[in-house]
């Protein structure tokens, strides 16, 4: 199934796994996971139709919501369909137990090919932004993630993330933060935003033990069809 740029729908989600105890979707660019002030319908209500049509479900269908991702970023997303899931998948997330793995295509190449970047985030709220500071500040919260260079084009370079927390706008503050702001994220410092909203960061690969099989799953999904993640992959 390939992504396209609309919106999700119960008519055209895209489905990378469920079962009884949780479903996994692969989140549009724009989405957004739960709702908030601007009162579009969030992708939580999208997959509550999708499992209420599916399985023929009269009443209120159970969806917790377990992570997040930015609106204009795209991949996977993990919800809990009961209540026992949900607490497990909590608790999994919370204590880092779950390896989470992003490409991003930013511009300027950074010096390292591969490294570890630490800083100390500070939300401001009323601009809903993070800012990246070297040494701990008053408020702030430490913010840890690995990437390396895959590959590099012309104008810009593909990095793999790998979280090792899990802060607001984390990835996108920290890439700005050593010069190399994600393609669109005009937010960040990119110079222009991308036509569609969205910005190039995408959730690739997600691996858990599933909170009642006890099993290690690894879901995995493919990047946007559009030129530059094409020339990526």
């Known amino acids: 199934m390939s992504p396209t740029k609309t919106h999700s729908s119960k008519d055209n989600l895209q489905v ?64 809990a369909r009961t209540s026992k899931a949900l607490a497990r998948l909590n ?27 630490v800083h100390y985030l500070k939300r401001n709220p009323k601009q809903n932004k993070s800012y990246a500071h070297n040494k701990e500040v008053p408020d702030s ?41 994600i393609k669109g994220d005009l937010k960040y410092g990119f110079d222009r935003s991308n036509a569609d909203g969205s910005i190039h960061l995408h959730a690739k690969k997600l691996t858990l033990v599933h909170p009642v099989l006890k099993e290690e799953m690894v879901f995995e999904t493919s990047t946007l069809d559009d030129p530059i993640w094409n020339a990526c992959s």
Request: charged share 25%; with cysteine.
């Open 91 to 117: 608790k999994m997330f919370s204590a880092r137990e779950t390896e989470k793995i992003y490409w991003a295509i930013v511009k300027n190449t950074p010096s390292q090919l591969e490294a570890t970047l």
């Open 16 to 79: 990378l796994y469920e079962d009884n105890h949780l479903i996994v979707v692969n989140k549009r660019p724009g989405d957004i996971v739960q709702g908030d002030k601007t009162g579009d319908m969030p992708l939580s209500e999208v997959v509550k139709e999708y499992i209420a049509e599916k399985y023929n479900k009269p009443g209120a269908v159970f969806l917790g919501v377990v992570h997040r991702l930015d609106r204009p970023t795209s991949g996977i997303v993990v919800f």
């Open 141 to 181: 919260k430490k913010a840890i993630l690995h990437y390396k260079v895959l590959k590099q084009l012309k104008n810009y370079c593909l990095l793999e993330i790998v979280l090792e927390t899990g802060r607001h706008h984390q990835i996108r503050s920290q890439l700005s933060a050593i010069g190399s702001p």
